[in-house]
Structures are given as C-alpha cells and as structure tokens.
C-alpha cells in the first residue's frame, strides 16, 4: 500500500512538472482584423510635385507620415521648405531611384502573405494588449536615403501613429545595389523577404517597451529588459522559425544554440553579470558583424539568445505571470532569481 501511494505522488509530481513546462501561448483571438500596408511607395511615385494643389493635396492626405517620411526617411529636412517639391521632383526623376522602385515593384506587386502573417502577429498582441493602439501601416522604399545615406538605414520605422516598411531594404542579400551601395556584409544577409514579418512585429515592439530611460544599467538585467521584447515577438508570431524572430542567420542561431554554455561562462568569468560601465557592456548590444568576445561566427547582440532562454524559463517557473506583467516588470533582479536558470 505504501508503495502504491509513493507511485502515485511520483507520478503526480511528474505531471506537475511536465504541465509548468508546457510554453506558453498566445491564442489568435475569435474577432480578427485584416490589417493592411497602405502602398505610399506607388503614390509617392506617382505625384506631381511641380502641381501646386496635387503637392498639397498628397501632403494634406497622407498628413503625419509625409512628415515622418521626409523628414526622417528620405532626410529632406523640414516639410515647410518651399524647395521641397523641386527636392521631391528631382528624387522621383533620379534614374538610380526609378531603377530600385521598380525593382521593388516587381518583387513586392503584392503583400497579402505578409500582411497575412503580420495581421496574425497584432491581433495576438490586441488579444493581450487591448487598450494599445496599433499603428497604420505603410509600404516605402528609402531610396538608401539618398542625399544623406547612412550606411545602415533603417528597415522598419515606427511612431504611435504609423509604422513604415522600407521595401527597398528586403530584396535579398545578392541585390546588385546593395554592393554598388557598399552595404556591410552583416547587414545585407539580413535584408531579404523572408524577414520581413519579423522585423515588423519586433520593431513595433520595440517602440512600445524599449525606453532608454528606464532600461537597467547591470548587463544581465539590460539583457532581460530587452530579450522580453524578442520573447513576446516569438508568441506573437509563433509559426515563425527563431533565426528571424532574433534577426539572426540561421547559421548564426545555430551557433546560439550550440555554445549557450559558453556565452554565459565568459560573462561570469569576466564578472560581467552586474556590470554597469557603459565602456564595458555597451557592445554586447550594438550591430555588427559579431558580438566582441565571442568567436566571428557569433551574431552581434548574442547575449540576447541567452536573455532569451532566462525569460523562458522565468515564465515557465512562473506561470501565474502575464505578458502584460512580464511586458511592465522592473525587478529584473527578482525575475532573474526566480528563473533559476542553468545553461
């Protein structure tokens, strides 16, 4: 008999366990919405900016994003610079321009498997977030910003009010103009298609719980504020193979995965967990070819695979925690304890 009841309370404790480690979920809500890109790269293309009234109507209709699109991706300057529409004419005109808008053209002629994946993403974050607003979106292209080129412009651009996907940015890692550009090899293996939905969900994300003010200061607890950000990402588009959801390549990922162990241990070693000099953790989490520290074949920012694994398994020991709690937490070092994590 007494066997019998240390069986049971065996097995018992065993399914307990098993069911604290189901991953958590995010379900598609029963009332969906349809969100789609509003295609200003195609209008824009089509204004007349010599035409008074066809210049002020295109800028009265597209009201906050023209500004945010010529001020902060083309960086034309202000949009009440009466020269603005000789810049915009001389733009539209530019053969290099004309030639990387009909590129787009032809490989994005229709979005509807994006938005599809991406309409899931945010109706999954409504689901859970129900007072937040989600912001129009739109197709653009930056023309690589043309007059004052970054070397690394900015895929997804987002405000409260619109979100912006720079189509000419997605066209595969081989484009010709990418190399003509002098884009580095770090960034354009990541500017195709296939990362697309990802980058929209992320980059949203990060417009809604990335606040330099209130991030900690500590490595560890920095790595949790933002890896949270990549957790969430990965509920929301949970069909969506992990390499993308993290920006990586999938040989990055790979390497992630096999030397997590690693990762953690230079850290530790180089009591670097509580860390908070700037001068000394700030490039665990800029972009770049690899992370400094760790061998080439790692992906910049891949401590954040291992900030990743901690929140897993925080969320896992804690399963009366929400996404709203785990997305408004600042007791990381509470949240670190508590996922008692062990590579």
Known sequence: MLKNYAFLCFIG?????????????????????????????????SLDAKDSSDFQAFKEQHGEFFKVYIEHILNFGSIEDPALPLYIENYSNNLNVRDLWQIVQDDFADLSHIEKTISDGLNRYKSVFEKDTIPKLYASITGFNYYNAPIAPRKIFVTSRALSVNLDLYLGPEQEWYKKVGFPLFFSKTMHEEYLQ???????????????????????????YEARIVYLASKL?????????????????????????????TLVNNQLLFEKS?????????????????????PAKAVLYVGYKIIEQYMQNQPDVSFQRLMKAQNFKQMFSQAKYNP
């Open 13 to 45: 404790l065993l399914l307990s366990r098993c069911s604290s480690e189901k991953p958590r979920v995010i379900e598609l809500p029963d009332q969906q919405k349809s969100y789609r890109f509003e295609r200003f790269d195609q209008s824009f293309f």
């Open 198 to 224: 990802a980058d929209v969900i992320r980059g949203f994300l990060y417009s809604n719980f990335f606040d330099q003010q209130t991030m900690p200061k500590e490595l560890v607890f920095r790595m949790l």
């Open 278 to 298: 700037a001068q000394k953790i700030e490039h665990y989490f800029t972009e770049g070819p690899f992370t400094k520290d760790f061998p080439k074949e790692s």
């Open 237 to 265: 588009l949970p069909q969506t193979k992990a390499y993308k959801i993290f920006g990586f390549t999938p040989q990055q990922y790979k390497w992630c995965v096999e030397h997590e162990a690693q990762i953690w241990t």
